[in-house]
């Protein structure tokens, strides 16, 4: 039983929201699936596309302004949030460490139903993700960057579309 999640903290870029996480849902990885049945041929397959956009929702106890205020933002002044994950191992007693980190922008902001004196949360949706990088001790699991291109795209430490963006020159020349 190695690697179960004993822990978790979220930053909003400085904001640490450790004393008021309620919940996180961290993003799907997902690929967009394309049907292909060749001519003359009585059967298809589905074949592996674009990576869906990236989705993340937070939810906080209570009401932070700091946090608020972060929603709303346009494309460019992009912000950072961090989700630090303590894994432990049940057999060896080993922990080890896992770090997403996001840049994008929070586009949504949902409040639960007030009620009274009993508590309640906030849920934050970040979206618009332009990079994402998923860390297990020390090693890069995924990432992606939009603005790099399909080069810097890492699955499991692999370049898997690096063949392909040497092939379009998408590194080279004046970027627009």
């Given at each position: 039983?190695?690697?179960?999640?004993?822990?978790?903290?979220?930053?909003?870029?400085?904001?640490?929201?450790?004393?008021?996480?309620?919940?996180?849902?961290?993003?799907?990885i997902?690929?967009?699936m394309?049907?292909?049945?060749?001519g003359?041929?009585?059967?298809?397959?589905?074949?592996?596309?674009?990576?869906?956009?990236?989705?993340?929702?937070?939810?906080?106890?209570?009401y932070?302004?700091?946090?608020?205020?972060?929603?709303?933002?346009?494309?460019?002044?992009?912000?950072?949030?961090?989700?630090?994950?303590?894994?432990?191992?049940?057999r060896?007693?080993?922990?080890?460490?896992?770090?997403i980190?996001?840049k994008?922008?929070?586009?949504?902001?949902?409040?639960?139903?007030?009620?009274?004196?009993?508590?309640?949360?906030?849920?934050?949706?970040?979206?618009?993700?332009v990079?994402?990088?998923?860390?297990?001790?020390?090693?890069?699991?995924h990432?992606?960057?939009f603005?790099?291109g399909?080069?810097?795209?890492?699955?499991?430490?692999?370049?898997?579309?690096?063949?392909?963006a040497?092939?379009?020159?998408?590194?080279?020349?004046?970027v627009?």
């Open positions: 039983m190695d690697n179960q999640i004993h822990g978790g903290n979220w930053f909003f870029d400085t904001l640490n929201a450790w004393r008021v996480l309620d919940t996180v849902n961290l993003p799907n997902e690929r967009a394309a049907a292909f049945a060749p003359g041929h009585v059967a298809s397959a589905e074949f592996p596309e674009e990576f869906k956009p990236l989705t993340a929702r937070v939810k906080l106890r209570g932070s302004p700091d946090v608020h205020g972060l929603v709303g933002r346009e494309p460019g002044n992009y912000i950072t949030a961090t989700w630090y994950e303590n894994l432990i191992s049940f060896t007693g080993e922990q080890k460490g896992r770090v980190s996001m994008g922008l929070l586009n949504g902001v949902k409040p639960d139903q007030r009620q009274g004196m009993k508590k309640t949360g906030t849920e934050y949706d970040f979206s618009t993700m990079l994402y990088t998923d860390s297990y001790d020390g090693r890069v699991i990432k992606f960057d603005f790099a399909p080069g810097a795209t890492i699955v499991n430490g692999n370049a898997i579309f690096a063949g392909m040497a092939n379009l020159a998408i590194g080279s020349g004046t627009l």
